[in-house]
């Protein structure tokens, strides 16, 4: 169990950010004969853990860049039928044949109303400025008053789908239950020392609420089982560690003993 | 000579498995290889509920059973007390991995040498370079060597194991809330060793009498 070195001729750790959610901690890549085999912390930065720390998604963020499913190029829906158990026929094209087809559709829609563009984007690192860039474009567009936008995640990685269903359903990035007016909060995927992650960003305020609740002789019902699938870093983003959750959707995880 | 141990405290770790997969990454381990794992359990009835949970790693025990178990001597205690296994030496007899008390071997055979993470695509570049890189005996038991590698290569370069980060294991360095702390346990005046005497630092089945260098304090 040592190093060999006979076959590498390239060692090296590259220094970027995680982007794995949009906290953008520190983080150095180590980099073998050019393919990206580690990530680890950096100690001097502000953002992240205590130390060199990294949380396990951000970790185990580097298995997107390995999965032979990662879509590489623009897909085109050949199959014009919609519905449940339909083939939509996805079929690989180039670059260039993609932004012909979005271009004139987007041309089209333009002439006739350019508020009819619904605007969304994807959870990005922090310092892509997630939040605000389609604000931005969506004035290139001609969008007049009040455009369409959904600003939520429809990326492979932060809150996955939570953030997009929760734009599509009430119109929020956050995933917010009303507890002002529900008598019963029931929570899956409750961990001992992450309580309320299904709040979303509102965790601590939500949190407060919960506890205000709780006074008035309500319940907030914990259900102790760690949900799998959906990561998300709730106390990470208000305690200030940077520190995502949930990583365990990764094929890195797999077999780990229950 | 120093004694290398670890202090975990249960209270901090968010069990968020940094240092299951930093461990991984480190050693290209296969699926299905853990030598760090997280365990998760549940105490009490609702409301007073509480969950427990416990990282758990070789513990490198200064009397270890695996070591008596060995009838080679593949498994060895190095001077500065980390449990090592010589796979020039190791016969794949597996008594080591009935010996252990913590479960914490693995037998490294073709199953877990074919194993792709994602099965039936191929194995990816990581695995491949992993392989040349780091490559494991076929037929004989791997486990945790807390990261021995990254210790000596480090204190070559005259850097301190538990301080800087290239000398400390994978696991202590990745930990995004501070929960692991590696150092000295032979040197009174070391952070660990404060750490178990102000905390009362707990072994993990100290009735084997194995004397494990890994404590737990919460």
């Not at chain 1, 220094?15 to 912390?41: D, F, H, Q």
């Not at chain 2, 252990?100 to 370079?129: H, L, S, V």
Request: charge should be positive.
């Amino acid at each position: 169990m040592t190093y060999k070195t006979d076959e590498i001729w390239e060692d090296k750790w590259v220094n970027t950010t995680c982007g794995v959610c949009y906290c953008g901690c520190g983080a150095k890549v180590r980099v073998v004969n050019g393919v990206p085999v580690k990530i680890e912390g950096i100690k001097e930065t502000t953002m992240g853990g205590t130390g060199a720390g990294l949380c396990g998604k951000g970790v185990a963020g580097l298995m997107y860049y390995h999965d032979p499913n990662r879509i590489k190029k623009p897909m085109l829906r050949t199959n014009p039928e919609k519905g449940i158990g339909v083939d939509p026929k996805w079929k690989e094209i180039e670059w260039e044949e993609a932004y012909e087809i979005i271009s004139t559709k987007m041309k089209k829609i333009m002439e006739d109303d350019p508020n009819k563009i619904l605007f969304t984007n994807q959870t990005m690192r922090a310092s892509d400025g997630p939040h605000n860039h389609p604000y931005f474009y969506a004035q290139a567009f001609g969008v007049k008053n009040n455009g369409n936008f959904i600003i939520g995640g429809g990326s492979l990685h932060c809150g996955n789908a939570c953030h997009m269903l929760g734009g599509l359903i009430h119109g929020a990035w956050s995933i917010a239950p009303g507890l002002a007016v529900h008598q019963v909060c029931a929570e899956m995927g409750f961990q001992q020392r992450y309580r309320f992650r299904t709040l979303g960003h509102d965790q601590c305020k939500a949190a407060g609420r919960c506890r205000a609740k709780r006074h008035q002789g309500d319940r907030v019902r914990s259900h102790g089982q760690f949900c799998r699938g959906q990561g998300h870093g709730m106390a990470g983003h208000s305690a200030g560690y940077g520190c995502g959750r949930g990583a365990c959707h990764c094929q890195l995880y797999r077999e780990h003993p229950r | 000579m120093p004694r290398w141990g670890m202090v975990i405290d249960v209270k901090r770790c968010i069990a968020c498995w940094g240092c299951t997969i930093a461990c991984k990454e480190e050693h290209f381990l296969p699926p299905g290889v853990f030598f760090n794992r997280v365990l998760i359990g549940e105490t009490g009835k609702f409301p007073t509920s509480s969950k427990l949970i416990y990282p758990i790693l070789c513990n490198h025990c200064e009397d270890a059973a695996c070591v008596e178990a060995c009838p080679t001597g593949a498994t060895y205690v190095r001077e500065d007390g980390i449990v090592a296994i010589d796979d020039t030496k190791c016969v794949g007899c597996r008594a080591c991995m009935i010996a252990c008390p913590y479960q914490q071997r693995t037998y490294y055979d073709e199953k877990a040498k074919n194993q792709e993470y994602f099965p039936g695509q191929g194995k990816t570049e990581m695995e491949i370079i992993g392989e040349k890189l780091y490559p494991f005996t076929l037929g004989t038991v791997i486990k945790c060597n807390f990261c021995s590698e990254r210790i000596d290569d480090g204190m070559k370069k005259g850097l301190t194991p538990g301080k800087d980060e290239d000398a400390t294991p994978a696991c202590v360095n990745i930990c995004p809330v501070g929960a692991r702390v590696f150092g000295d346990l032979d040197d009174p005046n070391s952070e660990i060793n404060r750490l178990i005497m102000e905390k009362k630092g707990k072994q993990l089945r100290k009735e084997f009498g194995t004397e494990p260098a890994v404590y737990y304090i919460d």
